[in-house]
């Protein structure tokens, strides 16, 4: 990418490393996964099991080219899909993006990062047919836009997972051994509910300390503060206000020690949200508000 777009090769530590966004299954053993080596050999990848140790190059038309060719397919297709939401959304719009989530569940490891684009694509779409359908006169609490709304805020917080277990094997809190030991099943969502329980349980994750301890420095990170404070947002408006209290509590000190990510008047609407457990929310509508 940066030979292509900027015209030098990066010798950092981190780009002559492992890939640990980009895994693909290892056709030697069913254990393994294959991460680009780096370096000086793109092409270059290797088995993470022991007993295997597999190396091998890709070659036009072996089974890595046909893994990495199906996932610039699927990238190709979330980003064609993105882009044509500029052009206006409808019912098969969510189910196109629900369909992708599901293919790259099937073909792809947890720690790739078409998890992450797939989910932000289900949260955009989820979140642009509430705003939609509040135009028409529904109400934030009606059956309809309350589940979309979980749907999309349970999409944020499983980026918000991702990303933090995702950055702290990028930066050596956690090995990637470790991490390929304690992964968790990647959920497919079928369709919008407006059952809770997913989102009590992803909550829950994010509370766990060994999950605060992937990453400490996540609380501080201004990307990973936004998609915290609109996930909460879409609780607050689904009238979850117990969730999105306990999701905002846990990144409450990030929060303070980043004044630039919210404005004065949602500073002190986040505090008083807090402070009194969810009673009082002074929050506008985000998706209506001008």
């Known amino acids: 990418f940066l030979m292509e777009n900027k015209s030098f090769v990066c010798e950092c530590v981190r780009c002559r490393g492992v890939d640990e966004c980009n895994p693909l299954h290892c056709e030697s053993c069913n254990d393994g996964l294959l991460f680009n080596a780096?370096?000086?050999?793109?092409?270059?990848?290797?088995?993470?099991?022991?007993?295997?140790?597999?190396?091998?190059?890709?070659?036009?038309?072996d089974g890595i080219s046909r893994q990495l060719e199906s996932m610039t397919n699927l990238a190709n297709d979330i980003s064609f899909l993105r882009d044509s939401l500029q052009y206006g959304i409808d019912e098969n719009t969510l189910p196109q993006a629900l369909k992708y989530q599901e293919i790259i569940t099937e073909q792809c490891?947890?720690?790739?990062?078409?998890?992450?684009?797939?989910?932000?694509?289900?949260s955009i779409v989820a979140s642009s047919r509430v705003q939609l359908l509040m135009m028409e006169g529904h109400s934030p609490r009606s059956s309809r836009v309350v589940s979309l709304l979980l749907l999309s805020a349970a999409f944020q917080i499983y980026q918000l997972l991702w990303t933090e277990r995702n950055s702290?094997?990028?930066?050596?809190?956690?090995?990637?051994?470790?991490?390929?030991?304690?992964?968790?099943?990647?959920?497919?969502r079928k369709g919008d509910s407006e059952d809770t329980a997913e989102l009590c349980g992803l909550i829950e994750r994010v509370c766990d300390p060994?999950?605060?301890s992937l990453s400490p420095d996540s609380c501080s990170n201004t990307d990973v503060l936004q998609t915290v404070f609109h996930a909460g947002q879409d609780l607050l408006l689904a009238g979850h206000n117990d969730l999105a209290v306990k999701l905002y509590t846990v990144y409450e000190d990030g929060?303070?020690?980043?004044?630039?990510?919210?404005?004065?008047?949602?500073?002190?609407?986040?505090?008083?949200?807090?402070?009194?457990?969810?009673?009082i929310n002074s929050f506008r509508n985000h998706l209506l508000a001008d």
């Not at 702290?168 to 497919?188: C, K, N, Q, R, S």
């Not at 020690?257 to 009673?279: M, Q, V, Y």
């Open 109 to 122: 490891h947890p720690l790739h990062w078409l998890h992450i684009a797939a989910w932000d694509l289900g």
């Open 255 to 279: 929060f303070r020690a980043s004044p630039w990510t919210l404005s004065d008047a949602n500073h002190k609407n986040f505090h008083d949200l807090i402070e009194s457990g969810g009673r």
């Open 210 to 212: 060994k999950q605060r």
């Open 38 to 61: 780096g370096g000086d050999r793109d092409d270059k990848w290797c088995c993470t099991s022991k007993a295997c140790g597999w190396t091998a190059h890709a070659v036009e038309g």
């Open 168 to 188: 702290a094997i990028v930066y050596g809190t956690l090995e990637l051994t470790d991490a390929l030991a304690i992964m968790p099943h990647v959920y497919v």
